[in-house]
Structures are given as structure tokens and as C-alpha cells.
């Protein structure tokens, strides 16, 4: 009972936030929207006996993903940003693209049909916890993409930092010799 | 017990929220916002069913899809800055130079 | 297959072929290599000829070009008693020219071309002649015309001599256009295009007809005809006859042995050779004698009052050749040949003579400036009056032997037109006599009417000129030695010489008929000469009298019936009115260029539609790819 009222006050905040994100003029107003999402999201995990995602969810996406977005968008000069206009001119089309893959989605779920179920019962991931239950599943099995995603975060980071920088070094140096001249 | 249809159709919504957010707006940042949407619409569901099929590998999928969104966003926000260092302007319609 | 018998075309070919490249180096020696050729291929004519006359004839075929279902293309050598005949006066007109033009064509421009050209004609002349089969014959009529072209064309620089040129060659493919399809017609029906196939199932052709759009025809008279036309064209008979005058616009040489002796003779020559086909058709033989009687007539009074002289030796020739094809037209093929063959000879010397003439006056051709040259140039003279003499009919002389040969076939022909043609052909004797006389007394006879200029410069050509001459002069009055009827108490060795190919000419005359026949077409030409002695020597103010009274008619003669101005306002007018409004404004400007044009221009539009699509705005990009996966993923879904 409290699960059916807690996922439909979830699924309407989602969809609310999801639709204020994509349609308000001011940017920093659309994160924060897609911020509150982030929270009810992590509701939805733990809804679904997924804390440790939950968690994550939180701490990641919330806490750092979005506080980047943040950052970035400092560079924009917002009152000028708030008098512009918001849309592409092709909005028409996108909204008959959105509209049709909405009913092409939806016509698929009827024919879902669920293969064999796994180990992990949710009886069985409250008895080790949810964390020691993904633990022992990402040190075990997925071992090799567990490295290869941290390697993708180094390159992320490394890449980050050689796109951002700001080239001064290289300028000066150049400058010296025009000046001479 | 919250049937998988619904959860899996807060998902589809979600996620065409997110691509039609990616298609209509013309600041890049929040391009890249609707993708995160869209990315969130794909881990609700993968959560969902890995409730339902009582097994953890569409768990082990969201982990790593978070981890990679966030390299990803990451990286993108850095093009994000070049490109407006060079073209001062953040709005995709105007990064316009391989008109043909 | 004897090695002479290649020689005799091929010579001349290795000729021009090394005149024409290294000509221009050798200056004025270069022609040598022209003269030794034909004179080697005289020779082997000779030979040939000897051969023939003890019945070795040949028919081979060299080289097979195409092979291709029943049709076979083959370049191959008839010698029979015909092309014996034609060789022997091809070779030898073309050996007589090569060595005038030493003398007349020195010190001209493009000497070597000259030489190399002869070369070119004498192998396509020779072609045409031995060949076994139409499309040879083919080859070597378009050959010979391309070398008139050339020829008439020679001094190119006058506007005058290449629309001359020009004007042979587009009237001779009117001809050319019917010969083509009579061609098409003999293979269609006998399945080959070798004239032994042909001619030995001719007879089978009686009777037959094919029909065209409903229409019926019968398949002889129309074979015969449409070979005929090429004959026309040709040999420069009415209507086709205009290119024949302006074809003087050449060296005299050129006159003398293209427009005289060989290339004109040769519908003369197809007609002959395909007597098997048209002695099947009646009605295909009355229109080659009304043809031949109706352009003896024509030419005849049009040379009456040429002032250039070299016109009224090409009327004449017109006038000869319609001879020639009476001859044919009523049966007597041989009779045809035999003047062709005399004819040969006294026209090659009344053009060669025309040519010593106009070099000694300096290239004058009006004969208004001459008068009196026998004091200056006698050889000339006498050799010129044994041409005219010759021509003229009279007893004795080649001339005479065969006109009246031609002539007594033709009263006797079972042809309906044979009578007709024989009372025409009396008749342009006496004209022909009187216009060959009234050229003689007034180029020859008389005071000088030229300036002092000319008549200090007048004086007798060169040997190399002279001596062709001569030799020509022996032909004239020789020539007709071979056909001496029998009622004259000759053996006619003629008629039996050429009896295997053209057989037996229907019709038959008593001797009395003959001689009586003999003795009123002399008197002809006794009147004709008498005639123009008297208006040219006696009274010469007569002449002026005379065309006075008759003003219409002397203009009607002299501007040669007004025919090339027909022709200009009734067919080349309206073709060009016709091209250049329809055919350019319509059809060209209006439709082909719109398409060409607008095909380009649709397709640019259309790119500019196209070009749209990659506007460099990231976010159009989204929405079309957007699409295609809506689409695959509407496709996967729901299956349409």
C-alpha cells in the first residue's frame, strides 16, 4: 500500500521535474529541477531493496555530476542567456519523435517476457547486505570491466583537465618574439 | 508488489523526456542534462528487472553506467568550455562551420 | 592467281601512298614514282588483255573481309573480256595524263598533291573495274568520287573550284543514295553480292515482284533502276548532270581523264556489267534510252553557245556519254562499250587539247581572246582536228565506227524507245559536229582577238605535252578500227570480243537498212560542218545575227536552261529555309538544348533542395537521426 502511493508520488515528482527540467528558460533553475529527480530516483532504488545504488545515485549524480553542470554553466553570462531564445526550430518534429517513441515504447512492454531468474532473491540480499552483495558480484565476475571503468575515469580525468586548460604557457612564450619585432 | 509494466514505463517516459530535452534545446549544457535524463530512464530500468528477476546483473550495469556518465559528462563540459573559448557562444545552432 | 594482275591496282596505290607522305620532300622529281607505276600497270593491262584474248579469264577472291552469316565481304579480281577493255583504257588515258602534266601542272603549288592524286584515282578507277562483286564496286565508285572531290578541288584557295568539288560530290550522292539501295536490293534478294552468284540466277528474278507499304513492284525493273541512278549520278546524265560544267573548275589533266575518259564512264561501265539484270526489264531499258536520247538532246544545245572552251568540251561529254547509255539502253551493251572506248580517246585529246591551248594563252579559257592559234601551236591544231573530226562522225575515223554502231542498234532494238532514241541521236549528230567545228574555226581559224600581251606569250607546248597528244590523235582514228561492221566488209571483232559478257544485242538490220542509216547520219555531220563553216568562216557576223533573232532561245542555251538556278530555288533553298528554322530553331534550340539544358539545371535545383539537408546545425542532424531510429525501432516493433 505505502509502496503503491510512495512509487506514484515518486513517478509524478519524475516526471514533473523531468518535464520543468526540459522546459524552463532559466538553465540553473533546469538543474535544480534535475536535481530534486535525482533524489526521488534514489527513492525509486530503494524501493526496489537497491540501497547502495541509492547511495551512489546520490552521491554522484547529485552531489557531483551536477555540481559540475553547475560549474560549467557559471561561464554563461545568465541574464543575457534568460532573454534568448530557448528552442531549436525544430521542435515540431522533435515533439512527433518524442510522441512516437513513447507508443513504440510502450507497445513493447506488453511483450516482455522474463527469462530464467538469477540467485540473488531479495530474501538473499537482505541477509548480506545490498553492498556486500554487489561487492561480491563486481570482485567476482565483473572484475574486468570494474578496471576498464577505471581506467575510463582516468582518461576522463586526464582528458578534462588537457581540454579545459587554458593554453597561457604556450601564448607567452609566442608573444616574446612579435614583441621583438 | 508493484507490478515491472509500471516501473518499466516510468522508464520509457523518462527516457523520452530526456531525448526529446536532447532534441529541443538549443544551450548545450542542457543537452547534456536530457542526457542524463535519458541515462537514468535506462537505470531505472535495468534496476527494476534485476528486482524482479532476483538477479544482480542489471545492477552491476547500472554501477557502471553511473561511473561512465560521469566520465562522460566530465569530458563533454570540457569540449563544452573549448568550444566556447573559440566561438564564444554556447548555443548549438550557431556552431554552424561545417555548413555545406 | 597471276602476280601482274595485282599489280595493276596496287601499284598506283604504293604510289600515291608515297607521293602524297615524301612528295613535298622530292620537289619536282616527285614524279617520277607516279608515271613508272602507271606505266608498269599499262603494261600489265597489256598483258592482261592478252590473256583474255585467249580465254583465260579469271575470277578470284583475294581477301575475305567479313564473314558473317550468308553475307561475305571480299575484295576480289574478275578479269573478263570487259575489264580487259577498261583497263586498257584506264591505264592507258591515266599513263597519257601522268606525262602531260609534267608539262601543264609545272611550277604550280603543290605539285606532289597533283601526282599523289592521280595515283589515288587511277587505284580507285582500276578497283572498281576489277572487282567480282557490288560492294568492291561500291568502294571503288565512292573512291573515285572522293578523288574528283580532291581533284576538282585542287586549287583550293578559289572559292569557286572547292564549292565545284563540293557540288560534284553532294550531286553524286543523289545517285549514289539509289545505287546504294539497288545494292541492298541484289543482296536481299540472291544472298550474296558476288556478280557470278547474281548474275547466274538473274533469270530467276523474271516475273518477281516485292512489295512496299502495299504497294507492288516488280523486283527487276526496280533493281535495275535504283542501279541506274547511281549511273545518273555518275556518269552526269539529266537531272544529275549539273556537277559535270563546274567541274572544269580543275586542272585540264583532271578534265581530261576523270571527266572524260574513266570516271564518268563508269556508270556506263555498272550498266554494262549488270546486263543480266537489266535485260530482264523492259521498262528499266526504255528509261535509260529515253534518259540517254533526252540528255543528248539537252547537253547538245547548251555547248552551242559556251564561250568557255573547256564547258563545251564537258557538254559534249555529257552529250557522248547519253551516246553511250542509248547504246546500253537498247540492248546493245557492246555497241555502248565500243564508244565508250573511242569516245576515250578523242575527248581525253579534245580536253588535253583545250589544255595545251589555255597554257600556251596563258591560262585564258574564253575563246573570245583566241583565234588563228593554228599559226602558233600547229601540232595542237592537227591533233585537235583529228579529235574534231572524230567526234564529228566522219567516215574512216574512230568516232564514226561507233556512233553509227550505237545508232543502227538503236532503230533496230526491239526497245519501245529505240526509234526515238535513234532520231534524237541522228540528230544531235549534226550539232554535235557543228558545235565541235564551231570551236575548232573559232580557237583555231580567224584573226587573233586577244591582247598583244597574250599573243607575244603564245606559243607550242612542251614536248612532254605534245607527245600525249599525238599517241591520243592515233587512238582517235584507230580506235574504231576494231568494230568495223560487217557490212562494210569488216569482221566486227569487236562485238564477238565482247560477246561472252554482254551476249547478243537484240534486233537486226538488213544491210541495205544499215548502210542507208550509215549514209543519213553522215549526212548529218556533213550538214553540221558545213553549217558552222559557213557562220565562222564565210559570214562570221552571222553568228551575232542569228543569236539576235532568237534571243530567248540563245539565252535559254546559254545559261544552260536555267536548271542549276532550279535546282538552287527549289531544292538547296527550301532545305536550308527548312534547317535553319525547324531543324535549328525547333528541334535543335527548342527541344534539344531545353532538355540538355534544362536536364542540368533540374538537377541543380534539386541539389540546392538537397544542400539544405546539410546546414552544419547539430540540432536538424539530431532530429534526422532522431528519425532514422524512430523508424528502425518502428519497424522492429510493429513489423509494416
Known amino acids: ?181 | ?100 | 592467281m597471276p602476280a601482274y594482275l595485282l599489280l595493276i591496282p596496287f601499284l598506283p596505290l604504293a604510289s600515291f601512298v608515297f607521293t602524297f607522305l615524301l612528295g613535298k620532300r622530292l620537289g619536282v622529281r616527285c614524279h617520277w614514282v607516279p608515271i613508272v607505276t602507271v606505266l608498269l600497270s599499262f603494261f600489265c593491262a597489256l598483258i592482261a588483255f592478252n590473256d583474255v584474248r585467249h580465254g583465260r579469264t579469271l575470277n578470284h577472291d583475294l581477301y575475305t573481309w567479313i564473314n558473317s552469316g550468308n553475307f561475305r565481304a571480299s575484295v576480289g579480281f574478275l578479269l573478263d573480256e570487259l575489264t580487259a577493255v577498261m583497263l586498257i583504257v584506264v591505264t592507258g588515258v591515266s599513263s597519257l595524263v601522268h606525262i602531260y602534266s609534267i608539262g601543264y601542272m609545272k611550277g604550280e603549288d603543290g605539285y606532289y598533291r597533283f601526282f599523289s592524286y592521280l595515283s589515288l584515282f587511277t587505284f580507285s578507277m582500276l578497283m572498281l573495274v576489277l572487282g567480282n562483286n557490288f560492294l568492291q564496286l561500291f568502294f571503288g565508285w565512292e573512291a573515285v568520287g572522293l578523288s574528283s572531290y580532291l581533284l576538282i578541288g585542287f586549287y583550293y584557295e578559289k572559292v569557286s573550284a572547292a564549292d565545284a568539288g563540293k557540288k560534284a560530290f553532294i550531286v553524286n550522292r543523289f545517285g549514289d543514295f539509289g545505287f546504294a539501295l539497288g545494292v541492298f536490293l541484289v543482296f536481299v534478294t540472291f544472298g550474296s553480292l558476288h556478280y557470278e552468284t547474281v548474275f547466274a540466277h538473274a533469270s530467276a528474278m523474271a516475273g518477281h515482284s516485292f512489295s512496299i507499304f502495299g504497294m507492288s513492284f516488280d523486283l527487276p525493273t526496280t533493281m535495275a533502276l535504283l542501279l541506274f541512278c547511281g549511273a545518273v549520278g555518275k556518269s552526269a546524265q539529266l537531272p544529275l548532270h549539273v556537277w559535270l560544267p563546274d567541274a572544269m573548275e580543275g586542272p585540264t589533266p583532271v578534265s581530261a581523264l576523270i571527266h572524260a575518259a574513266t570516271m564518268v564512264t563508269a556508270g556506263v561501265f555498272l550498266v554494262a556489267r549488270c546486263n543480266p539484270i537489266f535485260s530482264l526489264s523492259m521498262t528499266a531499258l526504255n528509261v535509260v534510252t529515253v534518259v540517254g536520247a533526252v540528255t543528248c538532246l539537252f547537253a547538245a544545245t547548251i555547248a552551242l553557245t559556251q564561250t568557255d572552251i573547256k564547258r563545251v568540251v564537258a557538254y559534249s561529254t555529257v552529250s557522248q556519254l547519253a551516246y553511250m547509255f542509248i547504246g546500253c539502253g537498247v540492248g546493245a551493251y557492246g555497241a555502248g562499250i565500243f564508244h565508250l572506248f573511242t569516245h576515250a580517246y578523242f575527248k581525253a585529246l579534245l580536253f588535253l587539247g583545250c589544255g595545251s591551248v589555255i597554257l600556251g594563252m596563258h591560262h585564258e579559257q574564253d575563246y573570245r581572246s583566241m583565234g588563228g592559234l593554228k599559226e602558233y601551236m600547229p601540232i595542237t591544231y592537227i591533233t585537235f582536228l583529228l579529235a574534231t573530226l572524230s567526234i564529228s562522225g566522219v567516215p574512216g575515223l574512230a568516232g564514226f565506227f561507233s556512233k553509227d554502231e550505237i545508232l543502227a542498234m538503236a532503230f533496230a532494238s526491239p526497245v519501245g524507245a529505240g526509234k526515238f532514241a535513234w532520231f534524237i541521236g541522228t540528230l544531235v549528230a549534226g550539232i554535235t559536229a557543228f558545235y565541235s567545228f564551231r570551236l575548232l574555226f573559232l580557237v583555231f581559224h580567224g584573226e587573233f582577238r586577244g591582247t598583244d600581251e597574250q599573243r607575244r606569250h603564245v606559243r607550242e607546248s612542251p614536248a612532254v605535252v605534245t607527245v600525249p597528244l599525238l599517241i591520243l590523235a592515233v587512238g582517235a582514228v584507230a580506235a574504231g578500227w576494231f568494230g568495223i561492221p560487217h557490212v562494210l566488209g569488216g569482221h566486227n571483232r569487236w562485238e564477238a570480243f565482247l560477246e561472252p559478257v554482254v551476249g547478243h544485242p537484240p534486233g537486226h538490220l538488213s544491210g541495205s537498212t544499215e548502210l542507208l542509216l550509215m549514209l543519213i547520219s553522215i549526212l548529218a555531220g556533213a550538214v553540221g560542218i558545213a553549217l558552222a563553216w559557213y557562220i565562222y568562216i564565210f559570214r562570221p557576223t552571222l553568228a551575232a545575227r542569228v543569236a539576235g533573232r532568237v534571243p530567248r532561245a540563245y539565252r535559254l542555251s546559254l545559261n544552260k536552261y536555267f536548271i542549276d538556278e532550279i535546282y538552287i530555288r527549289g531544292l538547296v533553298e527550301p532545305t536550308l529555309v527548312f534547317s535553319r528554322r525547324v531543324l535549328l530553331g525547333i528541334v535543335d534550340l527548342g527541344i534539344i538544348e531545353k532538355i540538355v539544358n534544362g536536364v542540368p539545371a533540374a538537377i541543380g535545383r534539386f541539389s540546392g533542395v538537397l544542400r539544405k539537408v546539410q546546414d552544419g546545425r547539430v540540432s536538424h542532424y539530431l532530429v534526422y537521426m532522431a528519425g532514422g531510429v524512430l523508424f528502425v525501432l518502428g519497424y522492429t516493433c510493429f513489423g509494416f
Open chain 2, 1 to 100: 508488489m508493484i507490478p515491472l509494466s509500471w516501473y518499466m514505463s516510468l522508464a520509457a517516459i523518462l527516457f523520452t523526456i530526456g531525448a526529446y530535452g536532447f532534441l529541443i534545446r538549443r544551450n548545450v549544457i542542457l543537452m547534456f542534462l536530457s542526457i542524463e535524463l535519458m541515462l537514468n530512464g535506462v537505470n531505472l530500468n535495468l534496476v527494476a528487472m534485476s528486482h524482479y528477476m532476483e538477479s544482480l546483473h542489471g545492477q552491476m550495469f547500472t554501477f557502471f553506467i553511473i561511473a561512465v556518465a560521469a566520465a562522460e559528462a566530465a569530458i563533454g563540459l570540457g569540449i563544452v568550455i573549448s568550444v566556447y573559448r573559440n566561438r564564444h557562444t554556447i548555443h548549438v545552432d550557431e556552431i554552424n562551420q561545417l555548413q555545406g
Open chain 1, 1 to 181: 500500500m505505502f509502496a503503491k502511493f510512495f512509487f506514484l508520488y515518486c513517478g509524478f515528482v519524475i516526471t514533473f521535474c523531468g518535464l520543468a527540467a526540459v522546459h524552463l528558460r532559466n538553465p540553473v533553475h533546469c538543474v535544480l529541477g534535475v536535481l530534486v529527480l535525482f533524489f526521488h530516483m534514489a527513492g525509486l532504488y530503494l524501493l526496489l531493496n537497491a540501497e547502495f545504488l541509492a547511495a551512489v545515485q546520490v552521491i554522484v549524480y547529485a552531489g557531483a555530476i551536477l555540481v559540475l553542470y553547475l560549474f560549467v554553466l557559471f561561464l554563461v553570462d545568465i541574464r543575457k542567456e534568460l532573454l534568448l531564445p530557448r528552442y531549436v526550430d525544430s521542435r515540431f518534429a522533435a515533439g512527433a519523435f518524442a510522441v512516437g517513441l513513447l507508443v513504440c515504447l510502450l507497445s513493447i512492454l506488453r511483450s516482455f517476457v522474463s527469462g530464467p531468474h538469477g540467485s540473488w532473491s531479495i530474501a538473499a540480499v537482505s541477509r548480506v547486505t545490498h553492498t556486500r552483495a554487489l561487492g561480491q558480484e563486481i570482485y567476482s565476475s565483473y572484475i574486468l570491466p570494474f578496471e576498464i571503468v577505471a581506467l575510463i575515469l582516468l582518461i576522463a580525468v586526464i582528458g578534462g583537465m588537457v581540454l579545459a586548460r587554458r593554453d597561457s604557457a604556450v601564448s607567452g612564450e609566442g608573444k616574446r618574439p612579435e614583441e621583438e619585432k
